[in-house]
């Protein structure tokens, strides 16, 4: 899939509400700010400002930022958006 202009094509991470240990004990996971998505780039547009934005890079995104679709070919769910909704870029 190709992005054109100042889109960004994205895949949200899945969060595990949390995690259970062998002894039973149960520990929270995912981000710690409710407002808050981990996404990885698919794709980037040709536009000026998604230049510095890499395929396969992940960051943090507003949560719910953009528009969602699910892709028939592998039946996962991808989002469009604008640079604006990037929180932050992992180093």
Do not use: C, W
Request: proline share 4%; aromatic share 6%.
């Amino acid at each position: 899939m190709k992005v054109i202009g100042n889109k960004i094509l994205v895949k949200v991470q899945k969060e595990e509400a949390s995690t259970k240990t062998v002894s039973g004990l149960i520990i929270p996971t995912g981000t710690k700010n409710p407002g808050i998505e981990v996404a990885e780039v698919i794709s980037v547009g040709d536009g000026e400002d998604v230049s510095s934005v890499g395929v396969g890079e992940k960051m943090f995104i507003h949560k719910g930022y953009g528009s969602e679709f699910t892709n028939p070919e592998d039946n996962e769910k991808y989002r469009v958006m604008d640079p604006s909704g990037i929180i932050v870029i992992f180093d």
